[in-house]
């Protein structure tokens, strides 16, 4: 018998439905599974497992991980440090942006702040989606350097914002 693994993570999780879904269907014979892994002896993927017995997989279900609802409060403190960054970064391309960079900041950061107060929920929640609506939204209102202020504002979330996460819900 063979696994038939069907998984399908929405691109936004709500905090009131599990992050991803996935339903499978395994026996300890899974060698026609696309999804097996070819050499290690265990492998995690989402939130399936599979491990190698013999010279047969056997693969299980993790419990589904439900991430936490935003805090409004870190969210408007990263909303900040994120508006100052950007300010700063973006300054230094005036060539780029001229008189535009206080909007291109602004579109930035409201989009960034939604984002924070709505979905992201801790480490594993950071998204990409709200990056490529800056860049988008910058350059449909015909405004300069809608990729560079996007490069810029995520290299600076994958560097900051789980982090400052992980410091904010220790103390």
Request: glycine share 4%; net charge neutral; with cysteine.
């Amino acid at each position: 018998m063979a696994c038939a693994i069907s998984a399908a993570p929405p691109l936004l999780h709500s905090s009131s439905k599990p992050f991803s879904s996935i339903k499978f269907c395994c026996s300890n014979h899974v060698s026609s599974c696309e999804n097996k892994p070819k050499t290690p002896n265990f492998h995690t993927h989402s939130s399936l497992i599979f491990k190698k017995k013999d010279s047969n997989f056997i693969c299980r279900a993790e419990k589904e991980y439900k991430f936490p609802d935003p805090i409004p409060e870190f969210a408007d403190s990263e909303t900040v440090k994120f508006k100052t960054h950007l300010v700063k970064k973006l300054s230094k391309k005036e060539d780029m942006f001229g008189d535009s960079i206080d909007e291109v900041v602004g579109i930035c950061t409201q989009i960034f702040n939604e984002f924070m107060h709505t979905e992201y929920g801790g480490p594993g929640t950071l998204l990409v989606l709200p990056f490529i609506d800056m860049a988008d939204t910058v350059n449909e209102r015909g405004l300069p350097g809608g990729p560079q202020a996007a490069r810029a504002a995520v290299k600076w979330a994958q560097a900051h914002v789980d982090k400052d996460w992980k410091e904010w819900s220790s103390a």
